[in-house]
């Protein structure tokens, strides 16, 4: 079984920083891509970032320049910086991992954290 652990949110002002971060664990044998999504009250979820396995990275045009998602295999561990919030930023983010482990393909989300940004 594999399971993901979020921590990082909380309140920040406008223009601050805030990290998240995504713990994995389980008899995982290769990571597919592991991305960070969110929603925001009354919208629909959203892709923020992601990564692929081989390392390559993608970001939605508002968080662009903005945020970093980066990974520290050692801990397994995958982080979002994010930089430069705004209050559009405000959502709850998820954390979402895909890839290859001992019973096979698996597609796990973590539980969710709140980032909340004032203006």
């Known amino acids: 079984q594999v399971q993901l652990v979020e921590s990082g949110g909380g309140l920040v002002q406008a223009g601050g920083s805030m990290r998240l971060s995504c713990a994995y664990s389980?008899?995982?044998?290769?990571?597919?891509?592991m991305g960070w999504y969110r929603q925001a009250p009354g919208s629909q979820r959203e892709l923020v970032a992601v990564?692929?396995?081989?390392?390559?990275?993608n970001y939605a045009d508002s968080v662009k320049g903005r945020f970093t998602i980066s990974r520290d295999n050692a801990r397994d561990t995958r982080y979002l910086q994010m930089n430069s919030l705004k209050p559009e930023d405000t959502a709850v983010y998820y954390c979402?991992?895909?890839?290859?482990?001992?019973?096979?393909?698996?597609?796990?989300w973590g539980q969710g954290t709140l980032v909340t940004v004032s203006s």
């Open positions: 990564v692929t396995g081989r390392g390559s990275t």
């Open positions: 979402n991992v895909r890839g290859i482990y001992s019973n096979g393909n698996f597609d796990v």
């Open positions: 389980g008899s995982i044998f290769s990571i597919t891509a």
